[in-house]
């Protein structure tokens, strides 16, 4: 996958919208980050997954999902774009577009 296929993917859905986050592509949600492009071009920053969550993806997926030091302490984990599949991160990014969209956002999404 790559970012661009992210974006096509989470630009569907309501209240989404391009934006950037320390120098990087961003998408947001109401003005809440929904997820990155890390740095290196090849990986994205997704926060709002909780630490326990993070360490059982990690260990199931470690080529797929990972994390560095400076986000140990963060509800955070990276995502390899060039080594996951739509069906593995599109589910994560759902939910946490879910989290960040207004209620009746989320209501008329899921009406259609």
Do not use: N
Not at 57 to 69: G, H, M
Not at 98 to 106: C, D, F, M, P
């Amino acid at each position: 996958m790559t970012y661009d296929d992210i974006r096509h993917i989470v630009l569907a859905w309501p209240e989404v919208e391009d934006g950037s986050s320390y120098g990087t592509p961003a998408l947001k949600v109401r003005k809440k980050m929904l997820v990155r492009l890390k740095e290196d071009g090849d990986s994205l920053v997704m926060p709002g997954v909780p630490p326990d969550e993070r360490d059982m993806l990690v260990e199931s997926q470690p080529k797929v999902f990972y994390f560095t030091d400076h986000y140990r302490d963060y509800p955070t984990v990276l995502i390899r774009l060039s080594k996951t599949k739509r069906a593995t991160v599109e589910p994560l990014l759902r939910r946490h577009w879910r989290t960040l969209a207004s209620k009746k956002a989320v209501r008329e999404y899921d009406g259609q």
